[in-house]
């Protein structure tokens, strides 16, 4: 069993609930070491001081945050945890949010809250509180030197801790160089597109989706692995939807047959 990555205490009100927090998802990526081509032997990577260009043993390594000039402010770990203050175990609920008011853009990361010791009748209570109400609290959470907005909510029979990201950390869209639109949709195209979309509308179920990009990669590595070349399939260009109104009329015509 996976153990709780931080322990702590969530308050409302003169409410306190010891939880734990556990991680909700895990990495399935795909990864790949450095490797020396030559012989298949793994690339080491050293740390080396810039000023003497030899290696530095790592009980002599800090942490230091870069001012101009190429000067830095070193500090200890003890102090960045102190910047922390009494919050660095306490997550404290300042106020409730219809769930559905956050928009997904502000979504970062999900882990499931547990009850910590002595906390079951009082994670009950936030839980069934938060589901009957269909809100989420929003509070402030100090984990692996940073602050994060935290949004905790009932899921099912436990609760769960999303981190938010704070407005100024989202670009603004009109900062972007993104071309705008020569012209408006027409009318037709719209209602055609709206039938499209009509004609694949269902209900999601995560479960019907999985990874094959990482499946491919998983199967390239086994052929690979058994000593035989594997055969890449050849990737066919996309063509460019010029005549909207055409490529809507022939996905109409195909989307029964592709679902």
């Not at 009950?124 to 994060?148: M, P, Q």
Request: one cysteine or more.
């Amino acid at each position: 069993m996976a153990r709780s990555i931080w322990n702590g205490t969530i308050t409302f009100g003169l409410i306190a609930v010891p939880i734990k927090v556990n991680s909700a998802t895990e990495d399935k990526s795909v990864h790949f070491h450095q490797v020396h081509a030559a012989d298949g032997s793994r690339i080491k990577q050293k740390r080396i001081c810039s000023k003497e260009n030899k290696e530095v043993p790592y009980k002599e390594v800090a942490k230091g945050y870069e001012l101009r000039g190429g000067k830095y402010v070193l500090l200890e770990q003890e102090e960045i945890d102190a910047a922390a203050g009494e919050s660095s175990h306490l997550i404290e609920l300042e106020e409730f949010v219809g769930a559905g008011e956050i928009d997904p853009v502000f979504y970062d990361r999900t882990y499931y809250l547990g009850a910590g010791k002595d906390g079951g009748d009082a994670y009950r209570l936030l839980h069934d509180a938060l589901r009957k109400s269909d809100r989420s609290g929003l509070g402030r959470w100090v984990f692996h030197n940073r602050e994060y907005l935290v949004a905790v909510r009932s899921l099912e029979d436990v609760l769960a801790l999303h981190t938010l990201r704070f407005a100024d950390e989202l670009v603004d869209p009109g900062d972007l160089d993104i071309p705008k639109p020569s012209r408006a949709s027409s009318k037709r195209e719209i209602e055609m597109a709206g039938k499209l979309v009509d004609s694949l509308h269902g209900r999601f179920d995560p479960h019907a989706f999985h990874d094959s990009y990482r499946e491919r990669v998983l199967e390239l590595i086994e052929t690979k692995a058994s000593g035989k070349e594997p055969e890449l399939p050849e990737i066919e260009a996309q063509q460019d939807s010029t005549d909207l109104a055409a490529a809507l009329e022939a996905s109409l015509g195909g989307s029964g047959k592709r679902r």
